[in-house]
């Protein structure tokens, strides 16, 4: 592909400069990589007109600039909310009872986790579940109890009996 071609060569000839120029406006090389990462996609969805362009480097200078220049305002915004509110809370580790439960679902089919997902987590029932998982009824309950019965093997001390909060029958 000759497009393909000429903007490779464009890439290779101009990304370096690019990148310094993006740490230089960004003041940061993990954000300059990022800018100038979005800079190219933007070039190469457009490159059918941007390779006939005059200047198509100082086009994709404007556009780090710009980038820049959205996430310091970005950034200044959410430095005022921070400043009226204050920082959020810590987030404490998870307890054991977490990181055992996070550990047996690992383990569970992903259909089986996705089932008891919703419907734990988020309160959907069974029918809704089906419609999304486009499944019919009897599969998702199928998935639940067997996903129940897993974990009461996985979880040391739990019965299924004590899993099912919600009875799906």
Same mark, same amino acid.
């Given at each position: 592909?000759? #497009? !393909?071609?000429?903007?490779?060569?464009?890439?290779?000839?101009?990304?370096?400069?690019?990148?310094?120029? &993006?740490?230089?406006?960004?003041?940061?090389?993990? !954000?300059?990589?990022?800018?100038?990462?979005?800079? /190219?996609?933007? @070039?190469?969805?457009?490159?059918?007109?941007?390779?006939?362009?005059?200047?198509?480097?100082?086009?994709?200078?404007?556009?780090?600039?710009?980038?820049?220049?959205?996430?310091?305002?970005?950034?200044?915004?959410?430095?005022?909310?921070?400043?009226?509110? &204050?920082?959020? !809370? #810590?987030?404490?580790?998870? +307890?054991? #009872?977490?990181?055992?439960?996070?550990?047996?679902?690992?383990?569970?089919?992903?259909?089986?986790?996705?089932?008891?997902?919703?419907? /734990?987590?988020?309160?959907?029932?069974?029918?809704?579940?089906?419609?999304?998982?486009?499944?019919?009824? +009897?599969?998702?309950?199928?998935?639940?109890?067997? +996903?129940?019965?897993?974990?009461?093997?996985?979880?040391? &001390?739990?019965?299924?009996? !004590?899993?099912?909060?919600? #009875?799906? @029958?």
């Amino acid at each position: 592909m000759r #497009d !393909e071609r000429s903007f490779d060569e464009f890439y290779r000839s101009t990304s370096a400069r690019t990148l310094r120029y &993006g740490h230089a406006v960004a003041g940061d090389h993990g !954000e300059a990589q990022d800018l100038v990462q979005e800079a /190219y996609a933007r @070039a190469w969805r457009q490159w059918g007109r941007l390779a006939q362009h005059p200047a198509p480097e100082a086009w994709l200078r404007l556009v780090v600039s710009r980038l820049a220049a959205d996430r310091f305002r970005r950034l200044r915004s959410w430095r005022t909310a921070i400043s009226r509110t &204050g920082p959020p !809370e #810590d987030v404490r580790p998870p +307890g054991e #009872d977490t990181v055992l439960l996070v550990a047996a679902l690992r383990q569970l089919p992903a259909n089986q986790r996705q089932a008891l997902a919703l419907h /734990y987590l988020f309160d959907m029932p069974v029918e809704e579940i089906a419609r999304e998982a486009r499944v019919p009824s +009897g599969t998702v309950k199928s998935w639940l109890s067997r +996903g129940r019965s897993r974990l009461a093997e996985l979880l040391p &001390g739990v019965s299924a009996k !004590e899993l099912e909060v919600n #009875d799906v @029958a």
